[in-house]
């Protein structure tokens, strides 16, 4: 490409000025990107923290509905002796 010096000179200052506003933005995103991670952090850690304190209950318990404790219990039968 064949350009005189006004021109080279104007597209250089143009390239030059897309490339400050590029680093720019790259500095913006980069600056958003490291603070939703360090957020994400402390949420994991906090929580590690919160389920690292949690009491845990081994005991194995049965419970029984209301309606099951109403009825009455079922009676075997017994077979009628045999002679």
């Known amino acids: 490409m064949n350009l ?6 104007q597209l250089r200052k143009a390239c030059t000025r897309f490339l400050k ?7 913006y995103a980069l600056e958003t990107l490291s603070k939703i991670y ?3 952090v402390e949420d994991t850690v906090s929580r590690l923290k919160y389920l690292a304190g949690m009491r845990v209950n ?6 029984v509905a209301d309606e099951f404790d109403q009825k009455e219990p079922k009676t075997e039968k017994k077979a009628a002796p045999v002679e």
């Open 4 to 9: 005189k010096y006004g021109m080279r000179k």
């Open 21 to 27: 506003f590029s680093y720019l933005l790259d500095f």
């Open 38 to 40: 360090l957020s994400s």
């Open 58 to 63: 081994y005991e194995l318990k049965m419970e």
